[in-house]
């Protein structure tokens, strides 16, 4: 624990790995914001060749103090999944509703249930539609207890997140460096007497070391993409479209290179290996893969997101896909959870890093 900096009201909380193989890509120590939802802040990882530098595209905890202020550019706790690994709950992705004139929010139906949600995100051009994004957890203060110096828990009783979502809710959570991996836990428990909708998420941002994104490849066994009206408001259509063959095929053995290409791309009906899911960020130059995986049946969906002149790749194993209750999906079961009273849905992230030449 760093007691000399607090972000959101909590101190940055600092795991070190213990039991680490001597050599060989790991990660090594990872720093925790309870005072930001949960969300992992930053993660250092030894490469492949003993070099050790950080995993996550995110500034210096002092720089990033300053940036999760929640003033008018951290709306609703927006700034956490701008870098680093924001959690994301109790829904992943984009939400659209009618914009109420006079304030910040949308109003939608959620699993039969009008809600008021924050309006967060959206596009940049002039005339975009604004929409809510990425759950209501992002500035959220966590209560937490680190009994290892590689483990940290949190407990959130969020209640109906401040009148803003149907139900009761309490969400548990739960980071370890083991092994030489990096694991997230999540479990959402139902303490009201409906249905709990949920859908739980991780946002997190994979610097490449080598910086070179041209020759990044990317490995994820999906049968489907969700298309969206453009890249600015990356609004859902309803389609649902195969990707064998195509541009969006990321399947073959040992990934596609990125090149050029843009993502901001929601991929769904997932091939899972050994009950996870799975996608693999690999980076040639400097020999080395991560590997992502999900064993949670809930994940049902991977967003990526992916500018080619960003030396990053965000990928994103999600419960549901975006925009989960608009009419354009025409009742197709879009990943959310329905957690029956007195029960709970866990949701799980696995991160291990590989030597590309020893795989």
């Given at each position: 624990m760093d007691d000399a900096l607090r972000i959101g009201g909590q101190p940055v909380v600092r795991l070190q790995a213990s039991g680490v193989p001597p050599r060989g890509p790991a990660f090594l120590e990872a720093l925790v914001l309870p005072g930001r939802g949960m969300m992992l802040l930053q993660a250092r990882l030894r490469l492949p060749s003993g070099e050790v530098t950080d995993a996550l595209a995110a500034p210096d905890p002092a720089t990033a103090a300053g940036q999760l202020d929640g003033g008018p550019e951290d709306f609703a706790g927006s700034r956490s999944f701008s870098f680093g690994g924001a959690i994301l709950a109790p829904y992943a992705n984009r939400i659209r509703g009618r914009a109420l004139d006079g304030a910040r929010q949308v109003e939608t139906q959620v699993a039969g249930h009008t809600v008021r949600l924050p309006r967060n995100w959206g596009g940049k051009t002039p005339g975009a539609e604004q929409?809510?994004?990425h759950g209501l957890i992002l500035a959220a203060q966590v209560a937490w207890h680190q009994d290892a110096p590689d483990r940290v828990t949190g407990r959130l009783e969020a209640g109906d997140f401040g009148g803003r979502w149907p139900g009761?809710?309490?969400l548990d959570f739960e980071w370890r460096l083991e092994g030489g991996g990096l694991r997230l836990q999540i479990v959402a428990r139902n303490l009201g007497r409906e249905p709990l909708p949920m859908g739980i998420g991780w946002h997190?941002?994979?610097?490449?070391?080598?910086?070179?994104?041209r020759q990044a490849r990317l490995w994820l066994p999906a049968r489907a993409r969700t298309a969206v009206t453009n890249y600015?408001?990356?609004?859902?259509?309803?389609?649902?479209e195969p990707v064998a063959g195509g541009p969006y095929d990321f399947s073959e053995a040992g990934g596609r290179p990125l090149g050029e290409t843009y993502l901001d791309d929601c991929f769904t009906d997932l091939v899972r290996g050994g009950d996870a899911a799975v996608a693999e960020i690999r980076d040639p130059a400097a020999n080395l893969a991560l590997r992502i995986a999900s064993a949670s049946p809930h994940t049902r969906a991977v967003q990526v997101y992916a500018p080619p002149d960003k030396p990053f790749i965000v990928v994103e194993p999600q419960f549901n896909l975006a925009d989960p209750y608009g009419a354009e999906w025409g009742g197709r079961d879009t990943g959310m959870a329905a957690v029956p009273p007195g029960g709970s849905v866990a949701y799980d992230a696995t991160v291990t890093a590989l030597t590309l030449g020893n795989r």
């Open positions: 929409y809510a994004m009761r809710t309490a997190p941002y994979f610097a490449l070391p080598s910086g070179e994104r600015d408001e990356v609004l859902p259509t309803g389609a649902v």
